[in-house]
């Protein structure tokens, strides 16, 4: 079965070859580049979703014999208690039907959002505060802010999970 994903990340990639593993024998994942259609920076869940949606249609269109296509976009939301970071999980299938997940997320402190707000998205933003370089293909923002205990790829792995569901119990969706 081929799971096209709609990015060439492997922070992205990895997690979905091992939610899918786990259900499905024969898989093969084929990452590939589409646009969200959002800003880059997305700032609400319904901007997110919509990126994830977005890439999740895309790269099934694109990855010729794809069952499904597997989007995955971070997003920001605020919150009364703050600008809560998390990624959205878009899963379809050729008929049209969506399952939909997200990453555990956190409060992102004022120095993240202060670069936020100057034009930066959430990589540039941790990139220039913590001195690293395409934070976002590595541990990501929730390993810089989490020291490792959580990676990006571990976050993105629970909202895969969450957003299959929906394909695993087919009868009650």
Known sequence: MIVAVGSTNPTKIQ?????????FKNIKIK????????????????ETYLGALNRAKSALSKVKGAKYGVGIEGGLHKHSYGWFERSMVVIVDKKGNIGVGASGGLVL?????????????????????FGTTKIG????????????????????????????????HKSLY
Request: hydrophobic share 40%; no cysteine; proline share 4%.
């Open 15 to 23: 997690p979905v070859e091992e939610i899918f593993s786990q259900h």
């Open 109 to 129: 402190p004022n120095s993240v959002m202060e670069k936020v707000e100057q034009g930066k998205n959430l990589e540039q933003a941790i990139d220039e505060l």
């Open 31 to 46: 990452g590939v580049s589409v646009e969200s259609g959002v800003a880059d920076q997305p700032q609400s869940d319904e």
């Open 137 to 168: 293909q590595g541990i990501g923002m929730f390993g810089i802010l989490t020291k490792g205990v959580v990676t990006r790829s571990e976050g993105v792995r629970h909202g895969v999970a969450f957003a299959l569901a929906r394909f695993l």
